[in-house]
């Protein structure tokens, strides 16, 4: 099997970005990481931030892209081209609202699977994967399934990308779930984090830009988020489950690095490389 590919979720360094996207980028790489996952593209064209990032030696292998924006028939194309010309592997929906899945009932599940089998076709001819990165509403149980499972049973061609911070939160453990898709899961989500379910939505949701919204990271000594590593998650079991599964990538993000997300995201990667990734 081929090595496994160690990137980071843009989303963990938007502070950075914001500021100075090829000097993020070029620090990026010193780091340790080869492959980032976008989130947002900052106002490039496709075939010029492609370049950018090809120039600072790393690979774009997935992105963060809201399903909303196949739901425009006019545009649909064109977003599908954006990707190719991006040269991503992986398209992944960020999240959805859960009213638009089993929450939402039957009828609303219907309709969403629709738009993603649609999507997933078209970014398959085009050489691509769409995938579905979960938080932890997905595993609130409506009836006696889990929105989680019921979406993957929709949409056939449809992969998770785990986001193993959000499976643990939920109470759920990654490794089971990862073995439950196994050869369905390409990229994973490494995310740690110390302390429980708060009372508080305690992420942001991002918008069609890759801007965050929501979110309410206050209390920390309830939860907070850490360098993985650094929390309570199990990352060698979690990382032997995907590679047993097939996985290709593994992606750190940290949702709030508390003030220093360069720091945080060399953590993450000092202790991936201290246990052999």
Sequence with gaps: MEKLKVGIQLYTLRDQTEKDLVGTLQTVKKIGYDYVEYAGYFGYSAADLKKLTEDCDLIGISTHYGLDNFKNPD?????????????????????????EGLAGGEEALAMTAELMTKTAIALKKNGMQLLYHNHDFEFEPVGDKLPIDALYEAVPELMPEFDTCWVKYAGYDPVEYINKYSGRTPVIHLKDFVGKKAATQVYALVDKDGNPVGGDNSDVSAFAFRSVGSGIQNFPAIIRAGIASGAEAIIVEQDDCYGDSFGAAEASRAYLKSIGF
């Design 75 to 99: 545009t649909f194309d064109a977003n599908v081209a954006y990707q190719k010309e991006l040269g991503v592997k992986y398209v992944a929906i960020p999240w959805m609202d859960k009213m």
